[in-house]
């Protein structure tokens, strides 16, 4: 979680310092456009395909709780 919080932090300042040195509004590419607004989603799936997989290294929970608590 940290690391989305500091990977924002990192972006914005970056986009401010940009902002400042260049006023002109940012004229962004269409490649651009499209991995700003596509990579998050493809990466957040890939993450819960991989998490149901089992791909999670023993760190779920368990499903049977009724031997858990014998």
Do not use: F, N, Y
């Not at 395909?49 to 009724?66: F, K, N, P």
């Amino acid at each position: 979680m940290a690391s989305v919080w500091g990977a924002s932090l990192a972006i914005s300042v970056g986009l401010r310092r940009w902002g400042d040195l260049r006023p002109e509004p940012l004229q962004a590419s269409w490649p651009v456009v499209m991995v700003v607004m596509l990579l998050p989603p493809l990466l957040m799936a890939g993450w819960l395909i991989l998490s149901q997989a089992g791909m999670d290294h023993g760190r779920r929970e368990s499903v049977d709780s009724d031997q858990e608590t014998r």
